[in-house]
Nanobody, 124 residues
């Protein structure tokens, strides 16, 4: 079993930045593809960004391209989401997810393990 713990959420002003981190334990981190998802109350959980185990492949939702960057540090079992130029519509609970695979997946139902989520609120 893999345990995931997200940190770094909080309140930011529009145009500002936040950096989320997700630390994994209980598995071989470098065997897992990682994803960041976000969810607004009453809506589905959507992909924000995903990264393969090797960092060679990344995927971004169109709404965050050019503003967000996903990266990982396999030596420290951590995946990051750097969020710049934040907008009020980025407000959501952000979740880290893991799947044991060499590929990259963008659908939440393909991921096996989830963190507890961290709230990101962007004020206008």
């Amino acid at each position: 079993q893999v345990q995931l713990v997200e940190t770094g959420g909080g309140l930011a002003q529009a145009g500002g930045s936040l950096r989320l981190a997700c630390v994994a334990s209980g598995g071989s981190f470098d065997h897992y593809a990682m994803g960041w998802f976000r969810q607004v109350s009453g809506k589905e959980r959507d992909i924000v960004a995903a990264i393969s185990w090797s960092s060679i492949t990344t995927h971004y939702h169109d709404s965050v391209k050019g503003r967000f960057t996903i990266s990982r540090d396999n030596a420290n079992n951590t995946v990051y989401l750097q969020m710049n130029s934040l907008k009020p519509e980025d407000t959501a609970v952000y979740y880290c997810a893991a799947k044991q695979t060499m590929g990259v997946f963008t659908h939440s139902d393909r991921y096996d393990f989830w963190g507890q989520g961290t709230q990101v609120t962007v004020s206008s």
